[in-house]
């Protein structure tokens, strides 16, 4: 079973940021937080992930609070692109049988 | 460049045929993992192999076998097919470095829509 609780729908306006949120609770201190997002009829595509520092990157920048129970996608800039179901994951990493487990998502509206 | 493939992308067939979606993938990954996605868009993990190596195997009907003939390739054979496994399944691979710790991303890539007719 997932592990994050995520709202199931959001709206943003195109050209404003995009904060997605997501708890993740009972986070333990070795489990990484991943978001991924699927463009619809697209594969998943891995967006930024972080354990407990603040990371940016071209896509994103994930915000994690200090107690590590919840964080936020941030989409400085959303485009109609933008569009999609965001998926917040944690998972160890690296272990021989990991996988990800996938949740509902946010589903994304990026408006005109 | 593409990174993970599948074949076909749309597969239509009806019920207790026998078919097969291949995965290739270029990124010289050691793991590769097959998903299926149903119609409430849910995603869910199959399996997964590790150099060539079955290593996770979710409660699938052993009607999916997986077969890894290198570590670049996952196929998935599916025997006497269900209206039930109509569905998008996708293919992914990741670089898995043993010890814990690492971290991973995993690559998706386009999805093979099985229609069961």
């Known amino acids: 079973d997932a592990k994050t609780t995520q709202p199931t729908s959001m709206d943003c306006a195109e050209g404003r940021a995009a904060n997605l949120p997501c708890n993740h609770s009972?986070?333990?201190?070795?489990?990484?937080v991943y978001w991924y997002r699927q463009i619809h009829s697209q594969g998943p595509q891995y967006i930024i992930h972080g354990l407990k520092n603040n990371e940016t990157n071209e896509m994103a920048s994930l915000i994690i609070t200090e107690d590590r129970k919840s964080s936020t996608l941030i989409l400085p800039h959303a485009t109609l692109r933008d569009t999609a179901v965001y998926y917040c994951?944690?998972?160890?990493?690296?272990?021989?049988?990991?996988?990800?487990?996938f949740g509902k998502g946010t589903r994304l509206h990026i408006l005109p | 460049d593409t990174a993970v493939s599948q074949t076909p992308k749309y597969l239509v067939t009806q019920m207790g045929n026998d078919k097969s979606i291949k995965c290739e993938q270029n990124?010289?990954?050691?793991?590769m993992y097959w998903y299926k996605q149903d119609s409430k868009k849910f995603l869910k993990i199959m399996f997964s192999?590790?150099?060539?190596?079955?290593?996770i195997n979710e409660t699938v009907p052993n009607r999916f076998s997986p077969k890894s003939p290198d570590k670049a390739h996952l196929n998935l054979h599916i025997n006497s097919l269900e209206l039930g496994d109509s569905a998008v399944y996708f293919c992914?691979?990741?670089?898995?470095?043993f010890g814990g710790g690492a971290t991973d991303t995993q690559y998706f890539g386009p999805g093979t829509r099985l229609t069961v007719l």
């Open positions: 009972t986070i333990s201190g070795n489990e990484y």
């Open positions: 990124l010289g990954h050691d793991t």
């Open positions: 992914a691979s990741s670089q898995v470095p």
């Open positions: 994951i944690v998972r160890v990493g690296g272990l021989r049988d990991d996988k990800i487990i």
């Open positions: 192999y590790n150099n060539k190596e079955l290593i």
